[in-house]
């Protein structure tokens, strides 16, 4: 403090200014503040602690959810007449017997089972009033394993005290049903008794063997030994009386296991009898018979729970306790939409509903109308061409409200439309020729001077790797613009506009008729919540399946032997559409597979044959990616194909079939859904080697062989392997040497390169039969 009480800022306490970034790019600063999202004050009341009795409210609100999700599944599996529980036992050492589990597990008190191999059989546990269906797959046929464990509550694991679990064998089995979703598990433990006598080695074994299945599945802390009376004995009673784990893709849907698979007198299709699981039936959906595809329901009908065991003193009508029979909303097993040329008109418009939900009407040409009825001659929300009928329009799903009109219109453009309007843009031909002195003047070499060279440069480079993995060379005598007639020039693969719908020479004749959905996730949250809600056959009833199916069906299944297993579809799922996977290699696999090559991909209830087109997973805001040439391990890429919808989430398995019904994993991944607006392009990269560097004006030759061809693609972008950019400024000769003017100053070892791109279109599926 001074005198005269005046006081002084201290100098010790400076602030100092942030340091201001001078020479950032727009890079770096794009990169600096990527991601950032500028907080808000959110002045709802979800922000606020809850106080005491609002936290007993929500605690007493989850407690009854819970106890009512409880009730439910004990009152499908509960008593003599519920519902059967699926164990499927499966081996994970070749030493084991699917068998001889079987009968230490169940094969308890006085009851006494017999259990064939491979075989599906009923049993009933007296002492806890509990149906199992009990199911030994053939332990050689891994996709019979995966089907069982598919449709099971419980898997039961056999591992061996004396044998160790093989990678290419034990572990393969666990991972794939671990990629394909399992619900309950238990291990158990055939053989350590005997294996051990003594008590400590059984100790130390079983806790090594726990540590094993434990890595496999984090939740499960305990292995059953079933030589021990009290472990068989806790064994079956946790199976008996546990409720199982859900599967979700599977359970959102109707299924069931054939019990009885017979023709009825009088009906062309098949019967099939067994108990409704799952979300229940609609006679109005399609079923899928994996291995034999999508087929129509004539009729359910709904038995009476006691049906078997008293169909002999009742009559046939007693036994029926409901018959539901399809109406006019009955899907059909057209897979693609109808064709509109024949009802579109020259300059059909598109119309579309905007009517709030209370509103019963369509809109047609800015006008409202109703039948006499007084009831819409559509659905709400439905965007159709004129002179569409009411079945044509049944094909669209409610959500393409968001679609642009040319999403649904057959373009009229003749085939050469496109590639002309190219050409035009990409043909600039300039005949001016700069004056050079004398000394600088370019001279041609004589061709076999030309040839020699050439030959001595793509030698030399055959040794190194290549400069880009697009590269392509084009041979003297071709013409680069027929061979790359249908490609673009594109500065920006992420920001380039390119129409959905192009005419393309090479687009399949099905494209404008596949089906469209603008928005996939909201689109299958509609059709789940609509499909749960027109349930008629409830989980845990009798019912009676009439199926349009041919006859050759019961010849070749055995309902005995393997599990016969039927899946209802939601509403669009047999339509075909441009379904998209995520891909990632199998873990034992290390093979790069190449695009366009042949697999099965299984997804839901369905296997499909494929030749998917691998593109990049990238989130281009334009939705056009480049495709890969090779899956290579390690990667995560997209793979894209015409096949079947699907409307519910799923993961995914890709194979490889082999011989004597063996196969290989090749990689897993998850369903993405079905985007038609997705675009994958196909790059390719011609290179060039400078001759001559004069500062910013570089010499270059061996990327075009004559003047025309550098003429045509005089309009695309160059560059360089170390980042320089530049254009083709004109044609030197007559042997495909031209001058460029590039950004910066390249040197000798540099590559200049142009990129082109090709629209690529997916291929069709099929189904997988065995």
Same mark, same amino acid.
């Given at each position: 403090?001074?005198?005269?009480?005046?006081?002084?800022?201290?100098?010790?306490?400076?602030? @100092?200014?942030?340091? =201001?970034?001078?020479?950032?790019?727009?890079?770096?600063?794009?990169?600096?503040?990527?991601?950032?999202? +500028?907080?808000?004050?959110?002045?709802?009341?979800?922000?606020?602690?809850?106080?005491?009795?609002?936290?007993?409210?929500?605690?007493?609100?989850?407690?009854?959810?819970?106890?009512?999700?409880?009730?439910?599944?004990?009152?499908?599996?509960?008593?003599?007449?519920?519902?059967?529980?699926?164990?499927?036992?499966?081996?994970?050492?070749?030493?084991?017997?699917?068998?001889?589990?079987?009968?230490?597990?169940?094969?308890?008190?006085?009851?006494?089972?017999?259990?064939? *191999? %491979?075989?599906?059989?009923?049993?009933?546990?007296?002492?806890?009033?509990?149906?199992?269906?009990?199911?030994?797959?053939?332990?050689?046929?891994?996709?019979?394993?995966l089907d069982a464990a598919k449709v099971s509550d419980f898997v039961v694991f056999g591992i061996s005290a004396k044998q160790e679990v093989e990678q290419g064998y034990g572990e393969t089995i666990l991972r794939a049903l671990l990629a394909q979703g399992i619900g309950s598990v238990v291990g158990v433990l055939p053989n350590v008794v005997s294996a051990y006598p003594k008590r400590n080695l059984q100790l130390d074994i079983k806790q090594s063997l726990q540590s094993f299945f434990k890595h496999f599945f984090p939740a499960e802390d305990k292995l059953y030994a079933l030589e021990s009376d009290s472990d068989n004995a806790n064994c079956l009673r946790y199976i008996c009386q546990k409720f199982p784990q859900s599967v979700t893709w599977r359970d959102s849907r109707g299924w069931l296991i054939a019990d009885k698979l017979y023709s009825d007198e009088g009906y062309e299709g098949i019967v099939i009898e067994g108990t409704c699981r799952g979300a229940g039936f609609n006679v109005n959906r399609l079923v899928h018979i994996p291995g034999y595809g999508d087929f129509q329901v004539d009729k359910i009908e709904k038995l009476n729970k006691n049906a078997a065991k008293s169909r002999n003193e009742m009559q046939?009508?007693?036994?029926?306790?409901?018959?539901?029979? %399809?109406?006019?909303?009955?899907?059909?097993?057209?897979?693609?939409?109808?064709?509109?040329?024949?009802?579109?008109?020259?300059?059909?418009?598109?119309? *579309?509903?905007?009517?709030?939900?209370?509103? $019963?009407?369509?809109?047609?040409?800015?006008?409202?109308?109703?039948?006499?009825?007084?009831?819409?001659?559509?659905?709400?929300?439905?965007?159709?061409?004129?002179?569409?009928?009411?079945?044509?329009?049944?094909?669209?799903?409610?959500?393409?409200?968001?679609?642009?009109?040319?999403?649904?219109?057959?373009?009229?453009?003749?085939?050469?439309?496109?590639?002309?309007?190219?050409?035009?843009?990409?043909?600039?031909?300039?005949?001016?020729?700069?004056? *050079?002195?004398?000394?600088?003047?370019?001279?041609?070499?004589?061709?076999?001077?030309?040839?020699?060279?050439?030959? +001595?440069?793509?030698?030399?480079?055959?040794?190194?790797?290549?400069?880009?993995?697009?590269?392509?060379?084009? @041979?003297?005598?071709?013409?680069?613009?027929?061979?790359?007639?249908?490609?673009?020039?594109? =500065?920006?693969?992420?920001?380039?506009?390119?129409?959905?719908?192009?005419?393309?020479?090479?687009?399949?004749?099905?494209?404008?008729?596949?089906?469209?959905?603008?928005?996939?996730?909201?689109?299958?949250?509609?059709?789940?919540?609509?499909?749960?809600?027109?349930?008629?056959?409830?989980?845990?009833?009798?019912?009676? $399946?009439?199926?349009?199916?041919?006859?050759?069906?019961?010849?070749?299944?055995?309902?005995?032997?393997?599990?016969?297993?039927?899946?209802?579809?939601?509403?669009?799922?047999?339509? $075909?559409? !441009?379904?998209?996977?995520?891909?990632?290699?199998?873990?034992?696999?290390?093979?790069?597979?190449?695009?366009?090559?042949?697999? !099965?991909?299984?997804?839901?209830?369905?296997?499909?044959?494929?030749?998917?087109?691998?593109?990049?997973?990238?989130?281009?805001?334009?939705? !056009? @990616?480049?495709?890969?040439?090779?899956?290579?391990?390690?990667?995560?890429?997209?793979?894209?194909?015409?096949?079947?919808?699907?409307?519910?989430?799923?993961?995914?398995?890709?194979?490889?079939?082999?011989?004597?019904?063996?196969?290989?994993?090749?990689?897993?991944?998850?369903?993405?859904?079905?985007?038609?607006?997705?675009?994958?392009?196909?790059?390719?990269?011609?290179?060039?080697?400078?001759?001559?560097?004069?500062?910013?004006?570089?010499?270059?030759?061996?990327?075009?062989?004559?003047?025309?061809?550098?003429?045509?693609?005089?309009?695309?972008?160059?560059?360089?392997?170390?980042?320089?950019?530049?254009?083709?400024?004109?044609?030197?000769?007559?042997?495909? *040497?031209?001058?460029?003017?590039?950004?910066?100053?390249?040197?000798?070892?540099?590559?200049?390169?142009?990129?082109?791109?090709?629209?690529?279109?997916?291929?069709?599926?099929?189904?997988?039969?065995?």
């Open positions: 403090m001074a005198k005269g009480g005046n006081s002084h800022r201290n100098t010790l306490k400076n602030d @100092h200014k942030p340091f =201001k970034s001078k020479h950032a790019t727009k890079g770096q600063l794009k990169n600096q503040f990527k991601g950032k999202v +500028e907080k808000t004050s959110s002045s709802g009341s979800s922000s606020k602690p809850l106080n005491k009795v609002a936290r007993k409210n929500l605690a007493k609100q989850l407690k009854e959810h819970k106890i009512l999700e409880t009730k439910l599944t004990k009152k499908l599996f509960e008593g003599n007449s519920g519902a059967q529980k699926v164990i499927t036992i499966i081996c994970l050492t070749n030493d084991l017997s699917p068998i001889g589990i079987a009968d230490q597990l169940f094969s308890q008190d006085e009851q006494k089972f017999k259990f064939e *191999y %491979p075989s599906v059989t009923d049993i009933n546990i007296s002492k806890f009033k509990s149906n199992l269906k009990i199911i030994l797959p053939n332990q050689e046929n891994i996709l019979q394993i046939i009508d007693d036994v029926i306790e409901q018959t539901y029979l %399809p109406d006019a909303s009955q899907d059909i097993l057209d897979e693609l939409n109808p064709d509109f040329q024949e009802v579109q008109d020259d300059d059909a418009d598109m119309w *579309y509903d905007d009517l709030e939900d209370d509103d $019963l009407g369509v809109r047609s040409e800015g006008k409202l109308y109703f039948n006499d009825d007084g009831i819409s001659k559509s659905k709400l929300n439905k965007k159709v061409p004129k002179g569409a009928s009411e079945y044509q329009s049944r094909w669209f799903v409610d959500d393409v409200l968001d679609e642009d009109a040319s999403d649904l219109e057959e373009l009229e453009d003749n085939d050469g439309d496109a590639e002309e309007a190219m050409d035009d843009n990409q043909e600039i031909v300039d005949d001016t020729i700069t004056e *050079y002195a004398e000394s600088d003047m370019h001279i041609d070499l004589s061709p076999e001077e030309e040839q020699r060279q050439l030959e +001595e440069y793509r030698n030399a480079a055959a040794h190194e790797d290549l400069e880009f993995p697009d590269e392509i060379e084009l @041979h003297p005598n071709e013409s680069a613009k027929e061979r790359l007639k249908g490609y673009r020039g594109v =500065k920006s693969l992420a920001n380039c506009e390119w129409d959905v719908d192009e005419q393309d020479l090479e687009k399949p004749s099905i494209w404008n008729r596949l089906l469209r959905v603008a928005n996939f996730k909201a689109t299958r949250n509609k059709l789940n919540k609509d499909f749960i809600k027109n349930v008629q056959a409830q989980p845990g009833s009798s019912i009676k $399946l009439f199926i349009r199916a041919p006859k050759f069906i019961l010849e070749q299944v055995n309902t005995t032997s393997k599990p016969f297993v039927v899946y209802d579809l939601l509403e669009h799922e047999h339509k $075909l559409a !441009v379904t998209n996977f995520s891909f990632e290699n199998w873990e034992d696999y290390e093979t790069p597979i190449k695009n366009k090559d042949t697999i !099965v991909v299984q997804y839901g209830p369905r296997r499909q044959i494929i030749n998917p087109v691998f593109n990049q997973a990238s989130n281009n805001s334009n939705n !056009v @990616h480049k495709q890969e040439n090779f899956q290579h391990p390690g990667m995560m890429t997209i793979a894209t194909a015409i096949a079947p919808a699907l409307f519910t989430n799923s993961p995914v398995i890709f194979f490889k079939s082999g011989e004597n019904g063996s196969i290989q994993f090749i990689g897993k991944g998850s369903y993405l859904g079905c985007d038609h607006t997705r675009i994958v392009a196909e790059r390719i990269v011609l290179t060039g080697h400078p001759v001559k560097i004069h500062k910013r004006v570089v010499t270059v030759r061996y990327m075009f062989f004559n003047p025309e061809d550098i003429n045509y693609f005089k309009a695309i972008g160059l560059f360089t392997k170390s980042g320089r950019s530049g254009f083709i400024k004109e044609s030197l000769g007559t042997h495909g *040497y031209f001058k460029a003017n590039f950004d910066g100053k390249l040197t000798s070892q540099d590559v200049v390169a142009m990129s082109m791109y090709k629209r690529v279109w997916p291929e069709m599926s099929s189904l997988y039969t065995e």
